[in-house]
């Protein structure tokens, strides 16, 4: 299992983190930017609507790659009413396999689905 800690600052290395491992774990070339787009989503939320911190855990499960996102704080998923953004985890939901957001007292998780090994 691979862990990065992050903040704010760090999300470049996050896309990195994310985009290097799924190539690692047999992700198709063609479907990585569409994974970094999800997990860039879902790691800016943590650390602008959570907490300041955050750490993202990437493995693979049953031929599927699965990212965790999680943070110490407490955010409503969705846009708000009126809201210009907000649609981070929506776009998420639409490029992962399965999505699943746990909040709770310990902050919150954000656990992604994605197909694995490629084809040969």
């Known amino acids: 299992m691979r862990r990065?800690?992050?903040?704010?600052p760090?999300?470049?290395?996050?896309?990195?983190?994310?985009?290097?491992g799924a190539l690692e774990l047999g992700?198709?070339?063609?479907?990585?930017?569409?994974?970094?787009?999800?997990?860039?989503?879902?790691?800016?939320n943590a650390v602008t609507h959570g907490d300041d911190a955050a750490r993202v855990r990437l493995w693979?499960?049953?031929?599927?790659?699965?990212?965790?996102?999680?943070?110490?704080?407490?955010?409503?998923?969705?846009?708000?009413?009126?809201s210009v953004g907000g649609m981070g985890l929506w776009v998420a939901r639409l490029l992962a396999s399965d999505l699943t957001l746990r909040v709770g007292g310990d902050g919150s998780t954000v656990i992604m689905r994605f197909p694995g090994k490629a084809d040969v």
Not at 10 to 20: G, I, K, N, S, T
Not at 64 to 82: A, L, R
Request: glycine share 8%; aromatic share 8%; with cysteine.
């Open 60 to 82: 693979s499960d049953s031929g599927e790659i699965v990212i965790e996102v999680h943070d110490g704080g407490t955010w409503k998923p969705g846009p708000q009413p009126g």
């Open 27 to 44: 992700m198709r070339k063609e479907a990585v930017d569409d994974f970094v787009i999800a997990v860039n989503e879902v790691a800016t």
């Open 10 to 20: 760090d999300l470049p290395r996050v896309r990195e983190f994310a985009a290097c």
């Open 4 to 8: 990065l800690h992050f903040r704010l």
